[in-house]
């Protein structure tokens, strides 16, 4: 069953500037999907369309196969969702803020609430939402998202800005929360948490869908090419060349994502052209990712 589905999403923004062009994107139950792409890419705007902060301007969005037009509370209750800025108030008291949400949720687990503000370190709970440092805000706001056992949860960057120990201590708690067989979707640009979270990723440039797949055939399937630019290939012969993702000029050399592993592209390439001082290799998850958005025409 689908826990996201998202049908040919279009959202314009302030003077109709379009920022998301059709965006077709499924996530099944216990799929733990990473959502990639460059600053302006449009990933909190689906993230916020999901969780029913936006409505697209066409297309449909689906959560545990509802609307919502049909079924917003239902799809409330059980979603959990990490926002990049604060949506809490700020003039609440953390014990206000845990107040309302056990109120608003029926499956909000009081002992994982209790383990959680211990490992927080959020037991006193009468300082205000808005005076706490920001890792201490994405733990209140992370223990609000997940108490409840959501069976989705969507995190936007949720750890953006925090030390890396706090951003691993944040994502390891978001993961160690959520039921077997629940669903995580969310953004992110450390690669280290991509890598270590995600089981799929999707990677949105401008607003469209570029790609969608497998983290494990990501790393085998792909392969970056690199020839200095004084040889006789231009970006534009290598973009025309079967497979390619993406080209461009980066430190005096051409650069290239292909689909296909280093041997069979440096041998595909060969057939094309003469590429004198070509080197093929298997990119990280950042230089694909680096390279891939860089080298978009
Ligand atoms: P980042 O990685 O920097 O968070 P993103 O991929 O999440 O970026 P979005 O925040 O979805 O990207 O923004 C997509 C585009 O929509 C950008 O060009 C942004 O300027 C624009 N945009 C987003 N929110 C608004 C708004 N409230 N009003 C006008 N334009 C907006």
New binding site residues.
Partial sequence: MNIVEFRGIH?S???G?E??HGIDLKVEAGEVVA?L????????????IAVGLLHPHRGTVRLFGLGYEEGALEIKQRLGYVS?SELLLASSTVEGIFEVHRALFPTWDSSLESRLRRRFGLSGGRLRFGTLSKGKKRQVALLCAVAHRPELLIL??PA?GLDPAARRELLEVAVEALNEGSTLLF?S?HMQDVERLAARVAL?HD?RLLLDRPLDELRESFTLAVLPTESSVTMADLRRVEGCLGARVSNQTLRAVFEGTPQAVQADLAQYSKFDGLICSRPSLEDFFVETVEGQP
């Fill in positions: 959202r923004m302030d003077r500037m920022v998301l959502l792409g460059a600053n302006g890419a449009g990933k909190t705007t689906l993230l916020r990049e936007d960057e953006s953004s640009h949105i607003g």
